[in-house]
């Protein structure tokens, strides 16, 4: 295994501090584990709920660092041929045409260079190992692909290295951080988790999301960002098959900015309800519970009553 | 760091493979390459403050969600004991309960406490919630309220200061009371370790922490990822994947096709995807009163499966059978759907009893001409009788047309065939009986499907014995 980077960060305060630089508000274990993840050279596995900014977190730590981010998304079928590498045919077709023409040389020597790096076509995983400058690997919602992908990944991830048959082994090298984000919509396999810190990201605090709201949406008064997340709340209090996330808060806040509205009625509220709610059940389940309690001009309780 | 023998970072490894253990014990699945780990990620952070400790352990150990609740009760539990286990081998002074502050106690109502409690728990301090945790303690300990059982004092507090559960929202902010019976129990926990002079026995946390969940919607999502890993499974279930090349046949379209980047050399064979048989399944819900804890539970599994199959038929009994498939398919909303099941569901019910000799009779004459060999038949119920015949034979006319016959049951092995609970006359016609009255239960029960797919009887040892007096 590589030791730690040179340029490491010593303290997780100083990654929280360049998050936040690079516009990415982090809680204590979020910086934590970024940290961990830098420090101990492992790849981070993130889980959470939907839009609570697993992905993001990668293109915070990607400028905060100032290393370019390579970014794998997952889906269903997903293989090594679009995910690590695949030998360019028509390209070896030509070679072999051209060689043909240009001499009658020995032919084996001809054959083993059909298979030299000039022929191979990179895809991510094997662009983050092989690029000469430090990258930040993303691969993001791998409960996506399938068991057999996961164990494709197991060598990048514990060695950094990929074995391809034909070339022998490519070692990193440099040393990527990778950060793998999954919604959880299946168990990863016990193999992949033993190589990977555990970060799970909840809904932040209320004040932690005032504070992101009005980062990503300047515009927007300190008053009416507080009163927006206490709404929020409220609406994620409630048995919702899709709770509003994080991206959905900074929309709403856009949207109000837009519509100029300074403080939040049943009637804003109402206009501009889809933009956080997106399931048709929940409309009406909100509409019904949250909005009355908004037009009657109090300010909402604690939001656990 | 290393002069005091004692503190040496020697003596903490011990304490984390320890605390592995701990947690092995628990059920997780910590191997030697994550103790390296956590010891790894503790020597390149600070650890004195202990959130920091906490997290950096936590990201290296803990896994999963469901790891990390076992995680954090664990911690709580092993190094709480780890301290006062060290108070004591020093022998230092463990806070006495009858210390200092007397004369100061004597003149503080249990009324006023209250008060100061509920203001201290509605602003959620937790430095002074743990102050009135203790002087709670020795105010009830000068009234002479104080049984040395842990929960009873705990129980008996809480009443005292009017913040026990229960209130319809109109008691304290939760969260903050949780908060305070934690330190409660805390404190009681410390002054018995203190009086005792020795540690009480580790218990292993109770399956109590992680049961069924019965509360809709926001449960339904954990529910509905068991389910969407149920329903992978049983989509492939009966195939062979490394069958492959005999009776496949080739896509000649995508073939040529690919034969270009080849000059149109067909190397590269394209075959058409095999596309899996969809299962029949038949779902039969018990919805009495006997199993109401579950049956809510079970209603959100029935809800789920509507997702994912198509061709799913459900039946809720109780004494007789009703077929609900429509009623799920035109209701996307689980508490309507519930709502209507028992409003209008068509359940016929006159004593509220289940009759499981009857509801197989009119299982089978409603839908025996469809039960064939693709069919899987799913019971979710306990097969409590109320002393009516079980009806074995028709259970088991129904088992023997079907493909497979699945049993799931809301209560713990050990309560099978005592009293009225006919599990055994139903198990030999079964090719699977689970316990299932936790979500791991069903995820065994998923993982299970998968491994038997061919249909290999496995019968829960428990299912079979004792033999009971037929009815």
């Known amino acids: 295994m590589t030791g730690p980077e040179v340029d490491s960060p010593q303290t997780p305060t100083e990654v929280r501090d360049a998050l936040a630089d690079a516009s990415y508000l982090a809680d204590e274990s979020v910086a934590l584990v970024a940290f961990l993840a830098q420090r101990l050279g492992r790849p981070v596995l993130v889980e959470g709920p939907a839009g609570v900014g697993k992905t993001e977190l990668a293109k915070a730590l990607s400028r905060a660092t100032g290393r370019e981010m390579i970014r794998l998304q997952c889906y269903e079928g997903l293989d090594e041929a679009k995910s690590l590498y695949e030998w360019n045919y028509r390209k070896q077709l030509l070679g072999i045409q051209a060689r043909a023409a240009a001499s009658d040389s020995d032919e084996a020597s001809a054959l083993d260079e059909l298979f030299a790096p000039e022929y191979l076509m990179e895809r991510p995983l094997l662009e983050a190992i092989s690029s000469e400058e430090p990258v930040v690997l993303l691969i993001d919602e791998i409960d996506k692909t399938d068991q057999e992908f996961e164990a494709m990944l197991l060598e990048l991830l514990s060695d950094f290295q990929v074995t391809i048959p034909e070339l022998g082994r490519i070692e990193a090298a440099t040393h990527p951080i990778v950060v793998i984000t999954s919604n959880d919509s299946r168990e990863l396999t016990e193999a992949l988790k033993r190589r990977c810190l555990y970060l799970w990201i909840d809904y932040p605090d209320p004040e932690r999301e005032a504070e992101i709201v009005r980062l990503h949406e300047p515009g927007i008064d300190d008053r009416l960002a507080s009163r927006l997340v206490e709404v929020i709340a409220m609406v994620r209090d409630l048995d919702l098959r899709k709770p509003p996330s994080i991206s959905e808060s900074i929309d709403w806040a856009r949207t109000l900015v837009l519509l100029g509205a300074d403080d939040i009625d049943e009637g804003t509220f109402r206009e501009s309800l889809s933009t956080i709610v997106k399931h048709r059940a929940d409309l009406d389940l909100v509409a019904e519970k949250v909005a009355p309690a908004l037009g009657r001009g109090e300010p909402a309780s604690s939001p656990g009553g | 760091m290393t002069t005091d023998p004692d503190r040496g970072p020697a003596r903490i490894a011990d304490r984390l493979i320890e605390f592995c253990g701990a947690l092995r014990a628990e059920g997780l699945a910590v191997g030697t390459s994550e103790v390296l780990d956590a010891s790894n990620a503790l020597e390149s952070i600070g650890w004195e403050d202990e959130d920091g400790f906490r997290e950096a352990v936590a990201a290296t150990v803990a896994k999963s969600r469901g790891d990390r609740e076992v995680f954090d009760l664990v911690f709580d539990r092993f190094f709480f004991r780890e301290a006062e286990a060290e108070a004591l081998r020093r022998e230092s002074e463990v806070e006495s309960p009858d210390g200092t502050g007397d004369d100061r106690l004597a003149d503080l109502s249990v009324e006023g406490l209250a008060e100061a409690v509920a203001e201290a728990i509605d602003s959620g301090d937790a430095g002074r919630m743990n102050d009135l945790a203790r002087l709670s303690i020795e105010v009830f300990a000068r009234d002479g309220e104080r049984s040395g059982v842990v929960g009873v004092d705990l129980q008996r507090i809480r009443r005292g200061l009017g913040i026990a559960p229960g209130g319809d929202g109109a008691g304290p902010d939760p969260e903050g009371r949780r908060e305070f019976e934690r330190q409660l129990r805390r404190e009681l926990e410390r002054r ?48 062979d994947p490394r069958r492959g090349g005999k009776g496949r046949s080739i896509d000649f379209r995508r073939t040529a096709r690919a034969s270009l980047e080849t000059g149109g050399v067909p190397l590269d064979l394209r075959y058409r995807p095999r596309r899996p048989r969809k299962p029949e399944i038949y779902v039969l819900c018990d919805v009495s009163s006997s199993v109401s804890s579950a049956s809510t539970f079970f209603l959100s599994v029935v809800h789920a499966l509507h997702d994912s199959f198509r061709r799913l038929r459900s039946f809720v009994f109780i004494e007789r059978i009703s077929e609900v498939t429509d009623l799920f398919q035109s209701e996307r909303d689980f508490a309507s759907v519930s709502e209507r099941i028992t409003a209008q569901g068509g359940v016929a019910d006159v004593s509220g009893y289940t009759d499981y000799g009857r509801v197989w009779r009119e299982f089978l004459e409603d839908v025996s001409s469809d039960l064939g060999p693709r069919s899987t038949v799913i019971v979710l119920g306990d097969a409590r009788t109320n002393g009516r015949p079980p009806g074995s034979d028709s259970f088991r006319a129904v088992a023997d047309r079907a493909k497979r016959t699945l049993w799931l049951n809301p209560e713990p092995a050990a309560y099978w065939n005592y009293g009225d609970s006919a599990m055994a006359a139903y198990a030999p016609f079964c090719d699977g009986v689970f316990e299932c009255w936790t979500t791991d239960q069903l995820e065994d029960f998923v993982d299970l499907l998968a491994r038997t797919g061919g249909g290999t009887p496995s019968v829960h040892p428990a299912a079979m014995a004792p033999p009971r007096p037929r009815y």
Do not use: E, S
Request: proline share 8%.
């Open chain 2, 192 to 239: 018995q370790i203190g009086q005792l002079g020795k540690l009480p026995p580790a218990r292993p946390l109770r399956d109590l922490n992680r049961t069924l969940p019965t509360r809709g919607a926001a449960d339904l999502a954990q529910v509905q990822r068991a389910i969407f890993r149920m329903k992978r499974r049983l989509a492939t279930v009966g195939h």
